[in-house]
């Protein structure tokens, strides 16, 4: 099939590789012709296990192609997937001037090449180079429930047909980042949004191939396939908010999260995933998603109030470690002058450098308005945290630097705070860390887990004053 996708942020550019790598003929499409000049060029303009591979196959067999040319891209489409930016607006409801923009020009391209085609009928020149068909649009963007059918308006405002020249169908990914070509190649179910036989048709056509293990190929109307992307990553949210609050007061009754994660998730009806309590979640989709539907919710009339809770909860719980940090190390005015904490991991979860909404920066900056030196580690993220605080500096009397390794970091410190759960902080040289730590009141270093990566007894054992999320010391 030939595919164009339109935006090569993150989830266009893995559409892309993966389509093309499952043998279709992929154009992407962008903008922003530095990029399109990187990718043309052999070099990806993003981190994602396994995406190289597929990008150096598809461009070396010439199915994978990278272009500034909307034209271009659509003329031979079957398929045209909008993966574009919805970023939220300032009411917290996403953002679709992307979306329609693109949408409104992909309607005028096509009413542009069908009159070329009638003149070409009818005697006219040039426009029979580029006969196009029937064209499926479909929003892979995360959008609010009701954008297909403005998408659908935006295409027929330019004198076409819903169904007879083309068609929207809403197809939500569900890609985590790390394991997004993973989560492509093999969806646990793939959703497909449209009142149309012959798009629905197309687009399980397009898919059988990704879903050979039997996984389901769910057809529904627009409405309901928009609302499932926002319900599904709302429910993850919750799921990980309510343990978080579960482990808040298992902290105060003595129980132990772990135990209580493993206690229930055996249960069939609530399953062993997203159990994990930490310092709350980050990451641009579940805070945006979990706003926009909120918003959604209010703009119909319903206060869906458990939405709310949740955020509210999740900003507090960025902060957990910060009373429990003020209690070992703050002077008497409860600040953190001349003290310095280190703090591993910076990206909002392992395997990314992606920073948004990410809990590490949000303890960062709490720490340096205390007046704290803070000296970073992470694997992947420094280079977009440095960007991160360039634009948005940090504002307080303490300070920020880095450490090129976990351990540099650590020397000389007054306290240690994971923030992210990267493989290597999980074994570690305990001896190490604990030598190159300063002791901490009552002798033993300093150590504050916001993943619960240690074992507490280990911990002890190990001689740290070790505190976690939800579990006794
Ligand atoms: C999430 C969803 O998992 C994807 O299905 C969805 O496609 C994507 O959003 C999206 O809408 O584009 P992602 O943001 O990459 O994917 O990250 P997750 O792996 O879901 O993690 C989100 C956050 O939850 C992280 O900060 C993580 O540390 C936190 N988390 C996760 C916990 O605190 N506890 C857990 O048990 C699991």
Not at 159 to 171: P, Y
Not at 215 to 237: F, G, H, R
Not at 313 to 324: F, G, T, W, Y
Not at 368 to 396: H, M, N
Request: proline share 5%; aromatic share 8%; hydrophobic share 40%.
């Amino acid at each position: 099939m030939h595919i164009a996708v339109v935006g090569t942020g993150y989830v266009g550019l893995v559409s892309g590789v993966c389509f093309a790598e499952m043998g279709n003929q992929v154009t992407c499409v962008d903008i922003d012709a530095r990029k399109v000049e990187s990718l043309r060029d052999g070099r990806l303009t993003i981190y994602e296990p396994g995406l190289e591979v597929y990008f150096d196959r598809g461009r070396r067999e010439n199915r994978l192609r990278f272009t500034t040319d909307l034209a271009e891209a659509l003329a031979p489409a079957d398929v045209v997937f909008l993966a574009l930016p919805t970023p939220p607006g300032e009411d917290g409801s996403a953002d679709l001037r992307y979306v329609l923009g693109v949408a409104d020009d992909v309607g005028r391209l096509l009413a542009e090449a069908r009159r070329g085609l009638a003149g070409a009928e009818a005697g006219g020149d040039g426009a029979a180079s580029r006969p196009w068909g029937y064209k499926v649009i479909v929003d892979k963007s995360t959008v609010p429930v009701g954008t297909s059918a403005r998408v659908t308006a935006a295409i027929e405002a330019h004198g076409l047909e819903a169904g007879e020249d083309f068609d929207v169908v809403s197809n939500p990914e569900f890609l985590r980042e790390g394991a997004a070509v993973d989560d492509f190649m093999k969806p646990e179910r793939v959703v497909v949004g449209t009142d149309s036989e012959r798009a629905a048709e197309l687009m399980t056509r397009l898919y059988e191939p990704f879903v050979r293990s039997g996984n389901p190929i769910l057809v529904m109307d627009e409405a309901s396939a928009e609302m499932t992307k926002y319900a599904a990553n709302a429910m993850l949210a919750t799921k990980i908010t309510f343990m978080n609050e579960v482990a808040n007061l298992c902290d105060r009754v003595g129980a132990d999260v772990d135990k209580v994660r493993r206690g229930i998730g055996t249960d069939s009806r609530i399953g062993p995933k997203f159990l994990y309590a930490g310092i709350g979640f980050g990451g641009s989709c579940f805070p945006k998603d979990v706003q926009a539907l909120h918003r959604t919710a209010g703009q119909n009339g319903y206060d869906f109030r458990i939405l709310q809770a949740v955020l509210d909860v999740n900003e507090d719980q960025k902060r957990a470690l910060v009373p429990p940090v003020l209690d070992a190390l703050a002077d008497d005015a409860g600040r953190l002058d001349g003290k310095t904490i280190t703090v591993w991991g910076l990206a909002f979860k392992p395997h990314t450098d992606d920073v948004r909404e990410a809990p590490a920066h949000v303890l960062i900056r709490e720490f340096v308005g205390l007046g704290a030196d803070v000296v970073a580690f992470d694997p992947e993220a420094v280079e977009t945290t440095r960007a991160t605080f360039e634009r948005e500096p940090l504002e307080g009397s303490g300070s920020l630097s880095y450490a090129e390794t976990a351990y540099d970091a650590a020397a000389g410190a007054d306290a240690l705070v994971v923030a992210t759960e990267w493989p290597e902080f999980r074994r570690p040289d305990l001896a190490r860390v604990r030598r190159s730590l300063k002791p901490g009141p009552n002798g033993a270093p300093l150590l504050f887990d916001g993943r619960n990566v240690f074992e507490p007894g280990e911990m002890a054992e190990a001689g740290f004053a070790y505190r976690s999320i939800g579990r006794p010391a």
